[in-house]
């Protein structure tokens, strides 16, 4: 059993400037994302320039920031938001939905897309592999936060939460007797999706798209990767207490918005082999 170790939020503060460390995680997942791209578009035949990519990029960070926050907002904290309007603008505080960043960034590609004269899939095949840096960042900005805890566990690596510093989760979510010091023993499910929505994701979908696949068979994976690995990861993890499970006992918000994108997933992947040669991707 091990203790969580209270990181402070706060990377850097210079007089009233904060830095947070779930921001400067953003920045991270979005410069490596860009990092990789750059190296992709450097290879023989990708069809892409450093300047495509930088453009496509600005186009990616402005869906991701503004469709995570609002999709938060609109799945998880709409009571928050009506009785608090400007929460919508604390990004620093947490509060990013991976569905919502999702539906922002399909937007932007559709949008670069048009303006740019690419397909959209075309897009969306180039990007996927880059997107694993990102979740995996992230991820480990919502376990800087002390936020996204899974359930009480025996597992050797789980970690008691202090109560103090971390009265909601105790209060709400636990509901543990008023002093309390310490929460039983937690799933540490924010690493469980670093792990596997970044490292073990990123792999598989660098290692397929090593080679030319058929349209759309990189996007269907990844939608089928994500989604399996946000699903079982959800069975560990605390539903927010606001809105609870929504059936069976165990039926939370987060796979509840997975469903569509494996079955989606599912279909694209099919589409791809049954109508789609194997194209000059990279």
């Known amino acids: 059993m091990l203790t969580y170790p209270n990181i402070d939020p706060i990377a850097l503060a210079i007089g009233p400037l904060k830095v947070h460390w779930y921001g400067v995680m953003y920045l991270v997942g979005f410069l490596g994302g860009w990092a990789l791209g750059r190296w992709r578009v450097a290879r023989p035949g990708s069809g892409w320039s ?18 995570g926050r609002l999709g938060y907002t609109l799945f998880y904290g709409y009571s928050t938001l009506l009785s608090d309007p400007l929460s919508i603008l604390r990004i620093w505080e947490g509060g990013m939905s991976f569905h919502g960043g999702l539906i922002g960034v399909l937007v932007a590609v559709w949008l670069y897309g048009r303006r740019h004269g690419r397909r959209f899939f075309e897009i969306t095949d180039f990007i996927a592999p880059l997107v694993p840096i990102g979740l995996g960042a992230g991820r480990l900005g919502n376990f800087i936060n002390g936020e996204l805890w ?22 709400d979510k636990l509901q543990l007797p008023e002093g ?17 929505e970044g490292l073990v994701l990123f792999l598989i979908l660098w290692l397929y798209s090593a080679r030319p696949r058929p349209t759309m068979a990189v996007s269907g994976l990844f939608l089928i990767g994500y989604g399996t690995f946000r699903f079982l990861v959800e069975l560990l993890r605390m539903p927010d ?38 194209g000059q991707g990279v």
Do not use: K
């Not at 450093?50 to 469709?67: E, N, P, R, T």
């Not at 099919?270 to 789609?276: M, S």
């Open 50 to 67: 450093a300047q495509q990519l930088d453009d496509l990029l600005f186009y990616i960070v402005l869906g991701v920031i503004l469709g």
């Open 150 to 171: 899974g359930a009480p566990g025996n597992v050797p690596w789980a970690m008691q939460v202090s109560c103090e510093r971390f009265a909601a989760l105790c209060r």
């Open 180 to 196: 309390t010091l310490y929460t039983p023993p937690l799933h540490p499910t924010q690493l469980y999706e670093a792990l596997l």
């Open 241 to 278: 207490a606001h809105i609870g499970y929504l059936a069976f006992g165990w039926v939370t918000m987060g796979q509840l918005l997975t469903l569509p994108m494996l079955a989606f997933g599912a279909l694209l992947l099919g589409l791809a082999y049954r109508h789609r040669p194997a």
